[in-house]
T-cell receptor, first 114, second 112 residues
Framework: DGGITQSPKYLFRKEGQNVTLSCEQN?????MYWYRQDPGQGLRLIYYSQIVNDFQKGDIAEGYSVSREKKESFPLTVTSAQKNPTAFYLC?????????????FGNGTRLTVT | AQSVTQLGSHVSVSEGALVLLRCNYSSSVPPYLFWYVQYPNQGLQLLLK??????LVKGINGFEAEFKKSETSFHLTKPSAHMSDAAEYFC??????????FGTGTRLQVFP
């Protein structure tokens, strides 16, 4: 079955360390997204990519970086510059570059930084 | 600025009762509308979507939603709640090439 795989499910890091969250899809989707979810705040867009080798900042990109070297993969790095990194991170993809197609989500990575 | 409002961060119903989760959006420009469901520690799953055509949209698990342009609303309903419906529900709205905006979510509790 096609889908989105996020790994690991839980991640623990010390403050000051960079950490990379993995996101892989086998849906052959062009567009991929990273969202951050905090209790009571819904989903906030960190970065998105509509095509390989291109990506755009979302609403809360500061302290994060991404790459899109392959269509299937869109890893997110949480850098030490991110002031409050503890959160639930969701990766998603969609069939085209417009926002009228449904998003397909992975099961998320819960990051805890102490 | 465009926005999406979900009234009620928590909704509680008894098993078998009507479920009504509210969603309103800010612009009168015809949008694309979505409802997603999230079970604990999982990603979001699409429940239903409205793009064009019939304003009453049927989704999975017996849910449906009605697009009311005059009220700028897209409320989610289910005639009879099941225990398995307990989850968080997100309304999301897009105006095409603009970004997708999510509401802050409504947590549904179902009591026996």
């Amino acid at each position: 079955d096609g889908g989105i795989t996020q790994s690991p499910k839980y991640l623990f890091r010390k403050e000051g360390q960079n950490v990379t969250l993995s996101c892989e899809q086998n849906l052959n989707h062009d567009a991929m997204y990273w969202y951050r979810q905090d209790p009571g705040q819904g989903l906030r867009l960190i970065y998105y990519s509509q095509i390989v080798n291109d990506f755009q900042k979302g609403d809360i990109a500061e302290g994060y970086s991404v790459s899109r070297e392959k269509k299937e993969s869109f890893p997110l790095t949480v850098t030490s510059a991110q002031k409050n990194p503890t959160a639930f991170y969701l990766c998603a993809s969609s069939t085209d570059r417009h926002y009228n197609s449904p998003l397909h989500f992975g099961n998320g990575t819960r990051l805890t930084v102490t | 600025a465009q926005s999406v409002t979900q009234l009620g961060s928590h909704v509680s119903v008894s098993e078998g009762a009507l479920v009504l989760l509210r969603c309103n959006y800010s612009s009168s420009v015809p949008p694309y509308l979505f409802w997603y469901v999230q079970y604990p520690n999982q990603g979001l799953q699409l429940l239903l979507k409205y793009t064009t055509g019939a304003t009453l949209v049927k989704g999975i698990n017996g849910f449906e939603a009605e697009f009311k342009k005059s009220e700028t609303s897209f409320h989610l309903t289910k005639p009879s709640a099941h225990m398995s419906d307990a989850a968080e529900y997100f309304c999301a709205v897009s105006w095409g090439t603009d970004k997708l905006i999510f509401g802050t979510g409504t947590r549904l509790q179902v009591f026996p």
